[in-house]
């Protein structure tokens, strides 16, 4: 079993519409999860982190069940140039301010491709 | 620019022959990681240095692959006697990291992608 699971898609919606992207991670030691956008043959770039309580940038929310280990985004009011590849990302992490064990590598999901039409 | 460098963009080689990637982080970085990126897939870690020292290697990483950041700054990438299933996007990503700050984010560098032939 992968550690990070995606639906590979491809997702085709309208402008406008609300998609939504799932993730399931198998390492319950994960403590940090990311969003990572990714353009054709460009590198990954930071959309957004994933909090316990869920968070939200603009039209993107996203949502953490650290019990089903279940992770997920929405995007509502599709735009032409959200057209990417959505990469679910988590980090083992174990630090602290009094200098615990951190590991610093990210682990990506296959990535889910959403193209956006007029 | 001050964002995460690599050099060189493209490679095209042969078989069996050597390849050495370079990457600048940002300056003030103290890690660097480096991924490899197939078709279709996510980009999978292989080795990170927090300044000089290399702290954790992924097992894809042979023996046919070595990784140096001699002086804390930038890092290169060698892959020896390279093989048809090395052809890949290789990404080098940097962060910053203190024991009262994880710095989360890493930035990705534009990638070397390699073709070999």
């Known amino acids: 079993r992968k550690e990070v699971e995606q639906d590979p898609g491809p997702f085709n919606v309208p402008e406008g519409a609300t998609v939504a992207f799932n993730c399931t991670y198998s390492?319950?030691?994960?403590?940090?999860f990311f969003w990572y956008r990714q353009d054709c043959r460009k590198e990954p770039k930071l959309l957004m982190s994933?909090?316990?309580s869920g968070n939200e940038d603009g039209r993107f929310t996203a949502q953490l069940n650290r019990a089903s280990q279940y992770i997920s985004l929405l995007i509502r009011d599709s735009k032409l140039s959200d057209s990417a590849t959505y990469l679910c990302?988590?980090?083992?992490?174990?630090?602290?301010?009094?200098?615990?064990?951190?590991?610093?590598?990210?682990?990506f999901g296959q990535g889910t491709i959403l193209t956006v039409h007029p | 620019d001050t964002g995460v460098s690599q050099d060189p963009r493209h490679k095209i080689t042969k078989r069996g022959q050597n390849v050495t990637f370079r990457c600048d982080p940002i300056?003030?970085?103290?890690?660097l990681y480096w991924y490899r990126q197939t078709l279709g897939q996510g980009p999978e870690f292989l080795t990170y240095?927090?300044?000089?020292?290399?702290?954790?290697k992924s097992r894809l990483l042979s023996d046919r692959f070595s990784a140096e950041r001699p002086k804390g700054s930038f890092s290169t990438l060698e892959i020896q006697r390279t093989e048809q299933g090395d052809s890949a996007m290789y990404l080098c990503?940097?962060?910053?990291?203190?024991?009262?700050?994880?710095?989360?984010?890493?930035?990705f560098g534009p990638g070397t992608r390699l073709l070999v032939l």
């Open positions: 994933v909090y316990s």
């Open positions: 990503a940097s962060s910053l990291y203190n024991k009262y700050y994880v710095g989360k984010t890493q930035y």
């Open positions: 300056s003030e970085h103290n890690r």
């Open positions: 390492n319950s030691a994960s403590q940090s």
């Open positions: 240095f927090q300044n000089e020292a290399q702290l954790e």
């Open positions: 990302v988590v980090k083992p992490v174990v630090s602290s301010n009094a200098g615990g064990t951190s590991y610093g590598k990210l682990t």
